[in-house]
């Protein structure tokens, strides 16, 4: 399975690294920039990023920023890393679904992205 990596203000976000990166034209051809989250400038778009929320119609219906809905690939409760989990107090102690096409996990009860 391809995962399809978000991508915020330009940037290719990759959680699993930990960085955002982007590919700049030059003349003498393409350089990559690449800006790690515990960078100053990677808080500040990772902050930004977080900020982010999935859109709730007037039904209950999700549709992730990568345009996923529930109907498609779904959202799937998962644990703080983002790990499918079985939606049982003893295994969901997270409030949180993770889309099934992007990967980003949601706070169910705000529509927060939060990772």
């Not at 940037?11 to 034209?25: A, G, H, M, N, Q």
């Not at 800006?35 to 982010?52: A, N, T, W």
């Not at 498609?72 to 998962?78: L, M, S, V, Y």
Request: charge should be negative; glycine fraction near 6%; include cysteine.
């Amino acid at each position: 399975m391809v995962k399809e990596l978000p991508i915020f203000k330009g940037y290719t976000v990759d959680e699993r690294l930990k960085e955002f990166r982007r590919v700049i034209s030059h003349e003498e051809g393409p350089s990559i920039e690449f800006i790690p989250f515990d960078s100053p400038k990677g808080q500040e778009l990772l902050s930004e990023y977080r900020k982010q929320k999935i859109h709730v119609d007037e039904y209950g219906e999700w549709t992730c920023l990568c345009g996923n809905v529930a109907s498609e690939d779904g959202f799937f409760p998962c644990d703080a890393e983002g790990n499918s989990v079985e939606p049982t107090p003893q295994e969901w102690t997270t409030n949180l679904y993770r889309c099934d096409r992007c990967h980003r996990k949601i706070n169910q009860a705000t529509g927060e992205i939060v990772a």
